[in-house]
């Protein structure tokens, strides 16, 4: 288990994956930083709209005001989020797997931790 992570089932993976980036900071741990913000990205851009999905016209049809031209973002659900971060945990194994095979055990090692890291807040 992470440090400083609740262990409660209940809690959203989004905010445990965020409640694990400040210990992990604090305890300077390169790999569980990278693999958190890694993965709060991934989630991050996957609710971002297509830009196919706006639609652009002329100028003087465009939206006025604060915020007006703001697009809102997906939803994502929390099978999807979870989906998201087993594919990332899924790239970090796979090319650990190649990193063993080419002798780059630093690397693989690497990897794996930031694996380990993800899977335990799943």
Known sequence: MTPGV?????SALRERLRAALKPA???RDRSAISALR?????????????AA?????AL????VGLGAAE???RDLTEADIADIVRREIG????????????GATDRRDSLTAEADTLAALL
């Open 6 to 10: 609740s262990d409660q089932p209940d």
């Open 25 to 27: 900071m604090r305890a």
């Open 38 to 50: 890694s993965a709060l990205g991934a989630i991050d851009n996957a609710e971002a709209i297509d």
């Open 53 to 57: 999905e706006v639609k652009a016209g």
């Open 60 to 63: 003087e049809d465009s939206a």
């Open 71 to 73: 697009a809102r973002r």
């Open 91 to 102: 790239e970090r194994r796979d090319a650990a797997a190649e990193y063993d095979r080419l």
